[in-house]
Structure formats: structure tokens, C-alpha cells
């Protein structure tokens, strides 16, 4: 095998009319987790707006890509909304894509989103892989009922107010949080509820994908060395369970 990835030689026919922003979900860790249809979609596009361009070359040219890249992130959202707006309502083939998962969420996609609807400019999906969605089944806890609140506060205060939050949830609670502040994050959650159970998933499709469960005391004993890199979801158990429906 071609120690670069594989190269596709054929695709199947892309589906991104003329006009039509297309967000476009990307590999969370396993490159080769993308799907035929997202590639297409990428190597039809007259640009590719990305979170951070370095990023996403290294995801085109692992497939053979080579499509132009404009960055859109938070910095620049003012200047680089306008710019897709008046590509797309001049015809041209746009796709947007974060750094990993399902652009739009917890990334600044809505500003973009948001500026479609007002004027009435089309939009749609290629949906595919997301942290959020991996880290609640890999907990192990109830999927029937969730909430899933994005990055946790940097701010200590603000921090201990979500999980207070999160732990009077009836089902289970999705947290983003940085390798950086997540220890600080258990820590608050032992002082809230020491019995509650819950869970850290990490490298989610990577090679170490590891997730760690148990009460917060369990989980700062674990919480040490490598597993304090990578990217981070916080999953908490909700205070009562609705039936599962058994398969």
C-alpha cells in the first residue's frame, strides 16, 4: 500500500450544483473514516473554505485532491462570510469544512449559516463523522435522551455552573473540553456530585482511542501522563434513565 493513503481514481458523480453551499463533514482522527460522497463533493469544488487550511491540505492531498483553500474561521468571519456569499450567488461551487467532524458545530459555520438564510441563498449537508455523537455511544450511558452544550467555559465560575447544570439533566450531558482544563473540570464535578458517573473519551478513531469511565474520583486517578493530550469529550450521566428500547 502507498505509505501516502490512497489515492482515488474515480469518483462518483459530485453532487454540488451551481450556487448551493455545501458543509461538508470530515474525518475526526481516521483519515480514512471520509466518505466517497464527501470527496466528490471536495473535488468539485471551486474552493474549499476551511477552519485552517494546513489542516485540510493534508486531508486533500492524502486522497489526491488538489483544490483551492480560503480560510474561514472566527478571526475572519466578517470579512470571509460576505466573500462566499458573493461567490455563491455569482454560480460559483463552495464547500466549508471545519477542522474535524460536522462543520456548524461549535465552529463559526452558524455565522455563515445564518447570513444563507437572510439572504436566501441555498445550503445542505454531506454528513458523516462527529466527536459528539462517538463519545455517547462509547460512554455506555442512555442515548435516548441527550444534551450536548459545546466547549466548556474557560472561566472557573462559569464552568462550575454548566456542570451544575449538566448533573440536574434527567439524560446524559455531551462536553467538549480542552486536554488542558479537563482534570480542573473533573475536579469541580467531584466537588458537585462525587457519585455520579461519568466519562472521558479520547483520540476518538486514533490509534490510543481510549475512553475511561467511572465517578470523578475515578477518573482524576486516571487522568494522568498521555491522556492528558488529544482531543477531549465529557460525557455525564443523567440523573434517571427512560427505557431503552432492547434489540
Keep these: 500500500m502507498n505509505p501516502a493513503g490512497p489515492r482515488l481514481l474515480a469518483l462518483p458523480d459530485a453532487e454540488l450544483p451551481a450556487g448551493v453551499c455545501q458543509f461538508v463533514a470530515t474525518p475526526i482522527g481516521n483519515l480514512a473514516d471520509i466518505s466517497l460522497r464527501a470527496l466528490s463533493v471536495l473535488a468539485a469544488a471551486d474552493v474549499v473554505y476551511a477552519e485552517d487550511t494546513r489542516h485540510t491540505r493534508r486531508l486533500l492531498d492524502r486522497y489526491g485532491l488538489s483544490v483551492p483553500l480560503q480560510s474561514f474561521h472566527d478571526h475572519n468571519a466578517a470579512r470571509a462570510v ?41 445550503y445542505s449537508i454531506v454528513p458523516g463523522p462527529s466527536s459528539v455523537l462517538a463519545a455517547l455511544v462509547l460512554s455506555g450511558f442512555p442515548t435516548d435522551r441527550f444534551t450536548f452544550v459545546g466547549f466548556a467555559p474557560r472561566k472557573t465560575g462559569a464552568r462550575r455552573r454548566l456542570l451544575a447544570e449538566a448533573l440536574a439533566e434527567t439524560g446524559t450531558t455531551v462536553i467538549l473540553e480542552s486536554c488542558h482544563r479537563i482534570r480542573a473540570t473533573v ?30 474520583d475515578d477518573l482524576l486517578r486516571q487522568l494522568t501522563g498521555p491522556r492528558l493530550r488529544g482531543e477531549l469529550v465529557l460525557v455525564i450521566r443523567g440523573t434517571g434513565e427512560r427505557r431503552q428500547k432492547e434489540v
Excluded at 466549508?96 to 436566501?120: K, N, Q, T
Excluded at 467531584?190 to 470523578?216: N, Q, Y
Design 82 to 122: 460576505p466573500a462566499i456569499l458573493a461567490r455563491l450567488q455569482g454560480g460559483g461551487r463552495v464547500a466549508v469544512v471545519s477542522d474535524a467532524g460536522m462543520p456548524c458545530v461549535s465552529d463559526p459555520g452558524y455565522a455563515l449559516v445564518a447570513a444563507l438564510r437572510r439572504e436566501d441563498v441555498p
Design 187 to 216: 475536579e469541580t464535578l467531584l466537588e458537585l456530585d462525587p457519585t455520579r458517573e461519568a466519562a472521558v473519551a479520547r483520540e476518538i478513531t486514533k490509534i490510543h482511542e481510549e475512553t475511561l469511565r467511572g465517578t470523578a
